[in-house]
């Protein structure tokens, strides 16, 4: 027995569920023998206590062909993604596990497609009939009983049995009789299909929880003020594209890495991880900043594929001359608010990391005596307001202005509690260098 798995329906529902199926089964079907009702109570409740439809299923086939007096039974299901029918499950002297047929083909498709149960007493006189799997096995196939496997959703497949092993015909009973075991069983797998597929969800929420979570440890810890560096990282999803970075040097310099990974989900998240480390790693070197995104540039092109790139910008802030040095791949440009109200941007010198190979990057330098440099992500001008337009750079630099005052880390918590106002739709970063201290 497969016990249910935490989260996912467990078995009462699962018994409630098959026995509905049978008590209507047997409301529309004519009184018949009580072991046709035991085996009928039997399977229902082996199908209800297992999530493994393989496992089921062989042992349906195994248990419905010897109480047919079947030579042969099997399973076909409905491949999802092509619409034909694959058999799942077989019993008899022949495996044909995997064979496939398309939808409409033969007996088998036929009844697929015609949702209706088919008895064929003589397959000779049948013109569906198709005698290939027999020319290639061995198997010699008389006659043919079969009935689709219906859901709320349609047919999802066909139950069949081959040849009576007394050497007489299927009739109407035995047609009943497979039409009855077809709902529990047709339950059954759509049971298990919808357990595997919670499972699969679970499975991929903790994926992503813990991605998050090794997302989360590679941030800074949060400085208190009057740090002059501060950032802040809103996911769109459970994972981030987006990536921010500060650390000392030993000699009193800050660097920082901001950065924003091109598309969505694992496969972002997984890149950004490497980035990150990447830049920590070389960028705690010292060297010009040009020169740290070149070497990040050349690691990452090694590795990179699938046509993803980074943004990115990376630099050094001198807190004892209030000096500001950074090189940027790509990135938006930052904002510089002066202590007066001026504003000014710098656009990006060169393209993203991983596209190019590139000797170096641009430098740039700025005094920023009392002012602040802001470096943020496209999320951060793409973020709609009520009305359903962008904030865009001008919003942006309006919104700056109207924080100018303060530490750093709290213009900072302004700032992101305004765009909390809007619908961010991407990954959001904003990272904040102050001059003031």
Not at 213 to 235: C, D, E, H, K, T
Request: hydrophobic share 40%.
């Amino acid at each position: 027995m497969i016990r249910s798995a935490p989260g996912i329906a467990t078995r009462r529902p699962a018994v409630t569920a098959v026995s509905e199926a049978i008590s209507r089964a047997l409301d529309e079907a004519p009184v018949r023998a009580l072991s046709d009702l035991d085996l009928l109570v039997e399977l229902g409740q082996e199908f209800a206590q297992s999530i493994d439809i393989a496992a089921t299923l062989d042992r349906a086939v195994e248990r419905i062909s010897g109480y047919m007096n079947a030579e042969a039974a099997s399973v076909f299901l409905v491949d999802t993604q092509s619409g034909d029918l694959e058999c799942r499950a077989c019993a008899g002297p022949v495996d044909v596990t995997g064979l496939r047929i398309n939808m409409g083909q033969g007996i088998v498709g036929r009844a697929a497609k015609e949702n209706m149960c088919q008895l064929v007493r003589d397959v000779s006189q049948d013109p569906d009939f198709a005698g290939n799997v027999d020319a290639r096995t061995g198997f010699r196939t008389r006659s043919i009983l079969c009935t689709p496997l219906r859901t709320s959703g349609g047919v999802i497949g066909v139950l069949q049995v081959l040849n009576k092993l007394d050497g007489g015909l299927f009739g109407d009973h035995d047609q009943e009789t497979l039409r009855v075991l077809a709902s529990p069983t047709a339950l059954a797998i759509n049971n298990a299909r919808l357990a595997s597929n919670l499972l699969e969800q679970k499975r991929i929420k903790k994926e992503l929880f813990m991605a998050r979570r090794l997302q989360r440890s590679l941030l800074p810890r949060r400085r208190p003020a009057p740090f002059p560096v501060q950032g802040i990282n809103l996911p769109a999803r459970e994972v981030s594209g987006d990536f921010f970075d500060f650390f000392e040097l030993p000699d009193g310099r800050i660097g920082f890495a901001v950065g924003d990974v091109s598309g969505k989900g694992m496969n972002a998240a997984l890149l950004m991880v490497r980035t990150t480390s990447l830049l920590r790693w070389i960028g705690k070197a010292g060297q010009a900043p040009g020169q740290w995104l070149a070497q990040v540039n050349n690691e990452l092109l090694s590795t990179v594929s699938d046509g993803m790139f980074i943004c990115a910008a990376a630099g050094y802030l001198d807190p004892s001359e209030r000096t500001l040095t950074w090189s940027n791949a790509g990135f938006p440009p930052p904002i510089l608010h002066t202590a007066d109200g001026g504003q000014q941007t710098f656009p990006a010198g060169a393209p993203p990391l991983a596209i190019i190979p590139q000797s170096g990057y641009a430098n740039e330098q700025v005094s920023l005596d009392d002012g602040t440099m802001f470096f943020y992500s496209d999320g951060v001008t793409e973020a709609r307001g009520d009305d359903g337009n962008m904030l865009e750079e001008a919003g942006l630099k309006a919104l700056i202005a109207s924080q100018a005052h303060g530490p750093a880390k709290s213009r900072l918590g302004r700032i992101v509690g305004q765009l909390r106002q809007r619908q961010l739709n991407d990954d959001t970063t904003l990272l904040v260098v102050d001059g003031g201290g």
